[in-house]
Structures are given as C-alpha cells and as structure tokens.
C-alpha cells in the first residue's frame, strides 16, 4: 500500500527522484499516465493491469467511455528507476499536471499521485465534514 508525502524536484532533464519507500513496493517497471485533478497517477505493474482489465471492459461504443479510455491511456508510459533512484516524466505528463521543479508525491493506497507543489500547497480541505458525509453515505466509516 502507498502512503505519505514526498517532495523532491524534477531536474533539467525532465527526472525525479522516486521516494525510496514507494520504489520498493512499485518493482523494476511501473506505469505513469494523466491523473485527475491536474495530476500524474503511477501505477505498479499489477495495479496497471487492473486498470487496463477495467478500461477494457467499458463499452466502446459510448462516446465518453471512448474519451475516459483515451484519457488514461494515451498518457500512459512504463517506467523504471536509474541507479540514483531517478525517473523520467514525459514532456507531455509534465505539461498535463503543469510539474515545473517542485514536485509533492503522495500515496493513495492503490496508487501514487504526483502534484506541482504549488498546486498541492493550494489544496483546500475546508470542506472535510461535507466530504466525510458523503463518504458514509458510501459506506465508509473511520
């Protein structure tokens, strides 16, 4: 499971250090693709392919399941990690979650988020007891 935050920078060539708790539990290759919310979402390779099982079973012939579809997946590239424990972002991923050199990765459970700094800092929770609400409504209890 993912969990925490992390901050590092993303280097002139495009490289970001992986927090090394996160690659210990992603393995030698992972998938990085658009996230919501002006995010990047990294998957490991199990967690991508539950995706890919989920995404192949929408029904193409919708419009917005074509678009949902191509969303995720036109983004999405593997990945590694060098000796340093660097990765590439991808020009295009970067340009999606607008990553400029402080970046913020956070776990969230079955995946890790990646976030410009200036946009995770700009997060508001204020509205935690409304969400908390939903949340039951759900099923979820803390």
Not at 20 to 35: D, M, P, Q, S
Not at 42 to 52: A, L
Not at 69 to 80: I, Q, Y
Request: some cysteine.
């Amino acid at each position: 499971m993912f969990m925490g935050e992390y901050n590092h920078i993303i280097d002139a060539k495009g490289r970001t250090i992986v927090p090394a708790k996160f690659r210990e539990e992603l393995g030698e290759n992972f998938v990085i693709t658009k996230g919501f919310d002006g995010c990047l979402y990294i998957y490991d390779s199990k967690g991508w392919e539950e995706v890919e099982n989920k995404l192949k079973e929408l029904p193409m012939t919708s419009p917005a399941t074509r678009k949902f579809v191509r969303f995720f997946m036109s983004g999405a590239t593997v990945a590694d990690v060098d000796k340093q424990g660097r990765t590439l972002l991808p020009q295009s991923l970067r340009n999606h979650a607008e990553l400029k050199k402080d970046v913020v990765f956070i776990g969230m459970a079955n995946k890790i988020e990646i976030w410009s700094k200036e946009k995770w800092d700009a997060c508001d929770y204020s509205d935690m007891d409304e969400i908390t609400a939903q949340m039951e409504e759900l099923g979820f209890r803390v």
